[in-house]
Every structure is written in structure tokens, then in C-alpha cells.
């Protein structure tokens, strides 16, 4: 029966997904991919979690478009995700819901032994890091843009134009912010909704999550935007901010100026870079609680 749920579930946000032109073909298979292998879970959690960050983060790409548009033109390609986006924020998730799977499918947390509900605790509380890190960072992005100052460059707090790796606002912080304690919330709820005798038999400890998605959100975010200053190029192209430009692309444009950062890491690299180091820093954390 879950796998036709996760079919069914999967099928539906993939198809309107992709008619909404949010997800490119390559990215509509590659969620598809992502979203079975989270939703046939047995644990709801996975899946709320999953749902918290895909449609409020395609709520928050598609809101203001035209000003985001404006303010920069490459808005209406970014808006679109390939799979190299999608799999840059779902691999590590789909990952830790596999092992979950493995491990626990079809057990409850009161038939485990005390070290197996630590590792329970584990892969869900690292399955919540990563996407915390995703949702805030994507809402840091989106709603940030529409912040009505220029941004200020993490490394050395200058101003620089939207756009730009890198580049913090107080609307983005309290976005990303918000997007982490969004995540956790849906986990909270679906926790208590699955396992609600268990919690309140202490089978599974009583973690806040809104609290560590939250906290967790904000630091992936921060990660992020550090690694956009420092390790991710920002350039000035045609008056235009653009990034991931090859060394072809830069021959061709000669007027081409750097703003911030070094040509290593591409933008689908850094998302990794920052939601992997998030999940370790998740799971030190919860490691020297338990």
C-alpha cells in the first residue's frame, strides 16, 4: 500500500511540477526519483519533512516572479530546476531515508534496544539537518532578493548587487530562519501524530525539532552563503551578476568582472557542500546530547 501512496504522491507533484515549468524534464524524472524513495517510508516524518520543503519552496520561487525578474534576468532560467539542482537537494535526504528504511521499516521504536532508537534518533535528526539546510537556504535565496537594500557580502560585509554568492540580509536571515523552524514543525507534527504512544512513553526522546530545524537552518544557510563568497565566483556580466561561468564562457567575455570569490566550486556543489556539512554538524550535536 505504501508504494502505491508514494507512486501516486509522487506522480501528482512531479506532473504538476513540471507543467508549472518549476522542474525541467530532466529534473521532473530525478524528483521523481527522490520523492519514492522518501514517501514509501514507514515513518511519516520523511515524508512531511519532504513536503514542507518541496511546496514551500516552490511557493517561494514563483512569489513576486516578475519583480524578482527585474531586479535580475536571469530569475525565469534559475527558477527552473534540472536534475543537477534537484539531486543537489534530495540525494543526501533520499541517502538517509534509504538507510532508515533498511534499518527500521516496519519496526516500532518500543520493540527496538535503547542503541537502536539512538540510531533512530540519529537518521531522523540528520534527515531534518539536511533538509533545514535546503528549505532555509532556498528561502534565504527567494525571499531575501526581495530585501529593499542591497545585500552585504558575508566575508567583509560590503554591499554588493542582488544576486551576488555570497551576499546576506537581514530578510534573508530571518527567512532562513523561518524555512529551518517550518521543517522542523512538519516533523514535530508527524512525529507526535505516528508515534505519539511512544514519546510519551519515552521510547523516542522528546526533541523540539521546530528548535533544531531552526538552528540548523540558519547555520546550513550561513555555510552556504560563506562558501558562495569564498569558494564560488560571482561575476559581472553585461551590468548583470552571473556565476558558474567556464573558462570558454570567460574567454568569450572579455568585460567580464569578478566581484567576490574563486572559479572552484559550482552553485549545485556548494548546496552539497553546505547541506553534507550541516548534516555532520547535526549529528556531532545530537551525538554529545544523547
Given at each position: 500500500m505504501r508504494v502505491y501512496f508514494a507512486l501516486l504522491l509522487t506522480g501528482v507533484l512531479c506532473l504538476s511540477s513540471f507543467r508549472r515549468g518549476t522542474l525541467s524534464l530532466s529534473g521532473t524524472i530525478t524528483a521523481a526519483f527522490v520523492g519514492f524513495?522518501?514517501?514509501?517510508?514507514d515513518n511519516m516524518l520523511f515524508t512531511a519533512v519532504l513536503l514542507a520543503f518541496f511546496c514551500t519552496s516552490t511557493f517561494w520561487t514563483k512569489y513576486q516572479a516578475q519583480q524578482k525578474m527585474k531586479m535580475d534576468p536571469s530569475f525565469a532560467k534559475s527558477s527552473q530546476r534540472d536534475w543537477r539542482q534537484v539531486?543537489?537537494?534530495g540525494c543526501v535526504g533520499s541517502l538517509i531515508s534509504v538507510v532508515y528504511q533498511y534499518q527500521f521499516d516496519g519496526r516500532r521504536p518500543e520493540e527496538l534496544t535503547a542503541a537502536e532508537r539512538k540510531v533512530m534518533t540519529m537518521l531522523i535528526w540528520?534527515?531534518?539537518?539536511?533538509?533545514?539546510?535546503?528549505?532555509a537556504d532556498t528561502w534565504?535565496?527567494?525571499i531575501g532578493s526581495l530585501n529593499s537594500n542591497w545585500?552585504?557580502?558575508?566575508?567583509?560585509?560590503?554591499?554588493?548587487?542582488?544576486?551576488?554568492?555570497?551576499g546576506i540580509s537581514k530578510l534573508g536571515v530571518l527567512s532562513s530562519?523561518?524555512?529551518?523552524?517550518?521543517?522542523?514543525?512538519a516533523a514535530d507534527a508527524a512525529l507526535w501524530?505516528?508515534?505519539?504512544?511512544?514519546?510519551?512513553l519515552h521510547a523516542l526522546p522528546r526533541i523540539p525539532y521546530i528548535m533544531v530545524g531552526s538552528l540548523l537552518g540558519v547555520l546550513g544557510s550561513t555555510l552556504d552563503s560563506f562558501l558562495g563568497a569564498t569558494v564560488q565566483a560571482s561575476y559581472i556580466v553585461d551590468r548583470h551578476v552571473v556565476s558558474d561561468l567556464t573558462e570558454d564562457e570567460l574567454q568569450r567575455l572579455p568585460d567580464t568582472k569578478m566581484i567576490c570569490g574563486r572559479n572552484i566550486l559550482s552553485n549545485n556543489m556548494v548546496n552539497v557542500v553546505a547541506s553534507v556539512g550541516t548534516v555532520a554538524a547535526g549529528g556531532v550535536l545530537l551525538a554529545l546530547l544523547l
Open positions: 524513495t522518501t514517501a514509501s517510508n539531486l543537489s537537494n540528520m534527515y531534518i539537518a539536511f533538509y533545514s539546510c535546503c528549505t534565504a535565496s527567494e545585500p552585504v557580502l558575508i566575508t567583509t560585509l560590503e554591499s554588493v548587487p542582488p544576486g551576488t554568492n555570497g530562519f523561518a524555512g529551518g523552524a517550518t521543517v522542523g514543525l501524530a505516528q508515534y505519539y504512544a511512544a514519546l510519551r
